[in-house]
């Protein structure tokens, strides 16, 4: 019984450490971060374009963490002005960091691509303004139709003569699209001086 | 015990009564062994078709994207949690549950309780794999399915460790064989490890810690486990000699308990993370190193001189290939920590055929290898064609070697592409095409492997047809060669427990 129950209380103190240690440290370190400057908490059009980027999982090609000068070219690049930052993520209760980058980096989407008709006609086919791009197209996001039956307090959406919708059918955006766009709008990282708070 | 003994020790083991022992316990854990495993088996073909679709989508990225739940971002985070929670999960519980009876040499105890967590477990992971699909996921890597799915799977956890506890409670073994360790172990990490990740205190750059904490372990402490403890059952089993170093086992135990758990936060290194937190699952995935030096040589060095028996044993070939695996996705974690190697690697696909390396090369494997050599014993049937089980050996042995190949390859190269700013992004997308063509034909030929595999299983399950002749191997077995064991298909001859090793 003894050696089982050294077993078991290896096992769990091994466990009870790095739990310790690797989340509620952090935790506690981090706790009195304070957001970047331009950091905000999400309105409610932005906290549902958030909800539609978890939902389709735009994640696993896009990551949200600018790495810093010296480690990686993401600057070089132009994926930020700055490494990303602890405090830039304070409102984001399921964090969407990401590791993987089939697609660019989008921490600082807003500041290198602000055009709502860009993002729109990206969304509802990728190649139209990227050729080349392995993106999915994501047209059921918009609905398509007839440019006479649009509403003025709808959005049309520009979309190339190669991808556009045959006749005279409009490609028109839905609310999850355009909360989607608000959402990108607020991941922009503001230039910071080095030496600021971490 | 012995270092150096490559005759099988004799012992009691050959004794009637021992033929007797064994054929009751292994009769205990039938109807539990078959519920999981068989589950599993359906969560990979599941998972499979997802993993399909998902690959395909980077060759015609205009292919069902009208629907929905057919988008990328949900078949891919199905993928892998059909995978994790399904598959390997539950077929490593039906494998768990029989070596916990065998190495204890008791009746496996609560049966009830164990068809119950398989019937709950199978609506979890359906009821997970619905909502990411239909939009639920809860995002958050390795956990993506929402708290519905694990409303069932946790309950289910416990049924499990009940019945654990219950057998380990009316062991008849004296001594506790390393393997028993591991799953002991493993019966606390996994349900802790999820009922930790599940707790609604984290967000922000926290969240990301503890998500990668969880991701790793759950992957090092409730998947390999189970395979480390097969593998060392069934190497010395099937070979018929002692493990290596019965001594360094115990170092390789603690070592793993110790090291593996904050190793998994090397997912941030450059990250917005405190630097510190990377910088201790660097040092710990570089010691690392032990536990995985330790079992390679207990694994490789238990089968030096015995190369030959892979020629003619399923169990083997695939248990083998698995150990050989872990020694590699190990020492390649390891290396991958390390920053300079991180800068050029995170955020490729080379992760990608890293993890692949760990789940599928050493996990699946040794899961099919185990699989091979129980349900014989537990069905009291044998395996239908052994050509069949030859091309399930093939189509997913080349097939994850291709696989992993193309992607650390193709990754590596994407990695230095994304580090010069000169080379442009959609150039870096066309570059990496061909490995992801590669992936794809390398996931059809896994996904063959299953399909035949998923047959023999349900043939061998349902007792169909005449009874084959047992046990199953490759090739016409030259006399003596696994006389010690009786095979690795026969139950009724006696099975010598190469001492130690495994009795």
């Not at chain 2, 409670?169 to 591991?182: C, D, E, G, K």
């Not at chain 2, 710990?284 to 490789?300: D, K, Q, T």
């Not at chain 2, 020629?311 to 920590?337: C, D, E, H, I, N």
Request: with cysteine; glycine share 8%.
């Amino acid at each position: 019984m003894t050696r089982i129950a050294l077993i078991f209380l290896g096992a769990f103190a091994a466990i009870a450490m790095s739990f310790t240690a690797l989340t509620l440290l952090p935790r506690l370190q981090l706790s009195t971060v304070e957001p970047t400057p331009g950091t905000a908490d999400y309105t409610y059009s932005e906290q549902l374009g958030r909800e539609v980027y978890q939902q389709e999982g735009c994640m696993y090609c896009h990551s949200q963490q600018v790495r810093p000068e010296g480690f990686g070219s993401d600057v070089a690049r132009g994926w930020g002005p700055r490494g990303s930052r602890p405090g830039d993520y304070v409102y984001d209760d399921t964090h969407q960091l990401g590791t993987m980058r089939t697609g660019p980096d989008l921490h600082d989407i807003a500041s290198r691509q602000p055009s709502r008709d860009w993002h729109l006609a990206h969304l509802y086919q990728p190649r139209s303004v990227s050729p080349g791009s392995v993106m999915p197209a994501y047209p059921y996001l918009f609905e398509v139709k007839k440019e006479s039956s649009v509403m003025a307090s709808e959005t049309t959406v520009p979309i190339s003569p190669e991808y556009a919708p045959p006749g005279d059918s409009v490609v028109v955006a839905t609310e999850r699209a355009l909360a989607l766009y608000d959402y990108l709008m607020t991941l922009e990282l503001e230039p910071m001086d080095r030496e600021a708070s971490n | 015990m012995s270092d150096d003994s490559s005759t099988p020790a004799p012992s009691a083991g050959t004794s009637q009564s021992d033929v007797k022992w064994r054929r009751v316990v292994d009769a205990s854990t039938r109807w539990p062994v078959i519920a999981f495993v068989v589950s599993g088996t359906f969560w990979l073909v599941v998972g499979s078709l997802l993993a399909l679709i998902a690959s395909f989508k980077f060759q015609f990225p205009d292919w069902w994207t009208q629907q929905a739940w057919l988008t990328f971002g949900r078949v891919r985070p199905a993928h892998l949690n059909t995978m994790i929670y399904g598959w390997i999960s539950m077929a490593g519980v039906g494998v768990s549950a029989w070596l916990w009876a065998r190495l204890l040499k008791t009746k496996l105890r609560g049966r009830g309780l164990l068809l119950l967590s398989a019937a709950l477990w199978n609506v979890g992971v359906l009821v997970g794999t619905i909502g990411i699909l239909a939009g639920y996921s809860r995002a958050i890597e390795w956990v993506e399915m929402p708290y519905a799915a694990f409303a069932f799977i946790v309950p289910a956890m416990g049924l499990l460790v009940v019945s654990f506890i219950r057998t380990l409670w009316h062991r008849h073994a004296r001594h506790l064989y390393i393997s028993v360790w591991y799953l002991g172990a493993a019966i606390l990490w996994g349900p802790l490890l999820v009922v930790a990740i599940l707790l609604p205190i984290y967000s922000g750059v926290p969240e990301a810690t503890a998500n990668w904490w969880y991701a790793h372990n759950i992957l090092g402490l409730w998947i390999t486990p189970p395979g480390l403890a097969a593998a060392y059952y069934l190497i010395p089993k099937v070979i018929g000699r002692p493990v290596h170093s019965y001594h360094l086992s115990y170092l390789g135990f603690w070592t793993l308990a110790l090291f593996y758990n904050w190793a998994g936060v090397h997912h941030l290194v450059g990250g917005p993370a405190p630097q510190w937190v990377a910088t201790v699952s660097i040092v710990f995935s570089a010691m690392m190193i032990i536990p995985v030096i330790v079992v390679a040589v207990n694994h490789h060095l238990t089968v030096v001189g015995h190369f030959k028996k892979l020629k003619y044993s399923p169990t083997l070939r695939f248990v083998v290939f698995g150990a050989m695996s872990y020694t590699a996705v190990s020492l390649q974690g390891s290396l991958q920590s390390f920053r300079y190697w991180q800068e050029v690697t995170h955020f490729t696909h080379y992760t990608i055929a890293h993890s692949h390396l760990g789940v599928y090369a050493f996990a699946t494997m040794i899961a099919f290898g185990a699989i091979y050599y129980i349900m014989p014993r537990v069905t009291n049937w044998e395996w239908g064609s052994k050509r069949l089980v030859s091309l399930h050996f093939w189509t997913t042995g080349l097939g994850i070697g291709a696989y992993f190949t193309a992607l650390t390859i193709g990754g590596v190269i994407q990695g230095f592409q994304m580090l010069d700013p000169d080379v442009a992004f959609l150039q870096i997308v066309e570059d990496t095409r061909p490995w992801l063509v590669v992936r794809s034909v390398s996931g059809t030929l896994m996904t063959v492997g299953h399909l035949v595999f998923a047959y023999l299983l349900a043939k061998i399950v349902v007792q169909s047809g005449e009874r084959p002749d047992g046990p199953t191997y490759f090739h016409p077995v030259p006399a003596g060669t696994f006389e010690h064991v009786g095979g690795d298909g026969a139950r009724s001859v006696p099975s010598g427990p190469a001492e130690e090793s495994a009795s």
